[in-house]
């Protein structure tokens, strides 16, 4: 039996969340602007398991738009890349609803 992490059950007892089998550690975040898109290479997650995302911190440009879209974030090898929402490709990204400044976040998990 772990003596760490988390479990949550439900209100019938079930489990809906239990973490007391999977460590995760922050292993890089960075918040930037919402314009820029950039990458990071992370040589030490080679041959591990990770999960990365960004979310909308800060400003939004333009100012006159209430939804924030925040970087797209994915994982090639050892290179963490995050791209600017007006930088997508896809038609569904192209009603710019308002980018945002972002803090990406990498974990490393087990």
Same mark, same amino acid.
């Given at each position: 039996?772990?003596?760490?992490?988390?479990?949550?059950?439900? %209100?019938?007892?079930?489990?809906?969340?239990?973490?007391?089998? +999977?460590?995760?550690?922050? /292993?890089?975040?960075? @918040?930037?602007?919402? =314009?820029?898109?950039?990458? *990071?290479?992370?040589?030490? #997650?080679?041959?591990?398991?990770? #999960?990365?995302?960004?979310?909308?911190?800060?400003?939004?440009?333009?100012?006159?738009?209430?939804?924030?879209?925040?970087?797209?974030?994915? /994982?090639?090898?050892? #290179?963490?890349?995050?791209? =600017?929402? @007006?930088?997508? @490709? %896809?038609?569904?990204?192209?009603?710019?609803?308002? *980018? =945002?400044?972002? /803090?990406?976040?990498?974990?490393?998990? +087990?």
């Amino acid at each position: 039996m772990s003596d760490y992490g988390i479990k949550i059950y439900n %209100s019938g007892g079930t489990i809906v969340l239990d973490t007391t089998d +999977t460590l995760s550690r922050l /292993r890089y975040s960075v @918040d930037v602007s919402a =314009a820029v898109s950039s990458n *990071i290479n992370l040589p030490d #997650i080679a041959g591990l398991n990770t #999960i990365q995302f960004s979310m909308p911190v800060g400003n939004i440009y333009p100012s006159t738009y209430y939804t924030k879209i925040s970087h797209y974030v994915y /994982r090639s090898g050892t #290179i963490i890349y995050w791209v =600017a929402p @007006d930088n997508f @490709d %896809s038609g569904y990204y192209n009603i710019y609803p308002g *980018i =945002a400044d972002s /803090r990406i976040l990498v974990f490393l998990y +087990t």
